[in-house]
């Protein structure tokens, strides 16, 4: 697909890191499927996946920790 940030560029299947961050937490998650433009580097996660790293987010949260490293699995 086209991406819609910088208008040139197209989108392949790829992984990528995503930072989370809420109040003293900050979750990284490697790995993460995505579609990553060619061009720029921007992504675009499916829905299952950002349900996924949101849930990721809320549990570290929950727990309290100030960093978490997770190496995302989507089944």
Same mark, same amino acid.
């Given at each position: 697909m086209e991406c819609s940030i910088c208008k040139v %560029?197209? !989108?392949?299947p790829g992984h990528v890191t995503v !930072? /989370? *961050?809420k %109040?003293? !937490?900050i979750v990284l998650l490697k790995q993460v499927p995505a *579609? =990553?433009?060619q061009n720029c580097g921007h +992504? +675009? /996660?499916d829905s299952e996946t950002t349900a996924k790293v949101l849930q990721t987010g809320q549990e570290a949260? @929950? @727990?309290g920790a100030e960093l978490e490293v =997770?190496? /995302?699995k989507v089944a």
């Open positions: %560029g197209i !989108t392949m !930072t /989370l *961050e %109040g003293a !937490t *579609e =990553v433009c +992504y +675009y /996660l949260v @929950k @727990k =997770v190496n /995302l």
